[in-house]
């Protein structure tokens, strides 16, 4: 098996529904999706620590004194 040459690829030909796809999704849509996948990163570890600090408050206060 050869692997494609950069000819290949500048010699290939798009249709218009490829270029409108590529064109559709472009520079902004990129950032909004990296975006929306660092909110809910933060999301999802922010809720994790707030549960974490809440079950130490709830059970690290139940402590067993011996006298």
């Given at each position: 098996m050869t692997l494609p040459t950069?000819?290949?690829f500048a010699n290939c030909e798009l249709?218009?529904?490829e270029l409108e796809a590529i064109a559709?999704?472009?520079f902004w849509s990129t950032?909004?999706?990296?975006?929306?996948?660092?909110f809910k990163t933060a999301?999802?570890?922010?809720?994790?620590?707030a549960?974490?600090?809440l079950g130490g408050?709830?059970?690290g206060g139940q402590r067993n004194s011996v006298n």
């Amino acid at each position: 098996m050869t692997l494609p040459t950069n000819d290949d690829f500048a010699n290939c030909e798009l249709s218009i529904e490829e270029l409108e796809a590529i064109a559709a999704g472009g520079f902004w849509s990129t950032l909004r999706h990296i975006g929306e996948d660092v909110f809910k990163t933060a999301f999802v570890a922010g809720t994790v620590y707030a549960g974490v600090i809440l079950g130490g408050i709830i059970f690290g206060g139940q402590r067993n004194s011996v006298n």
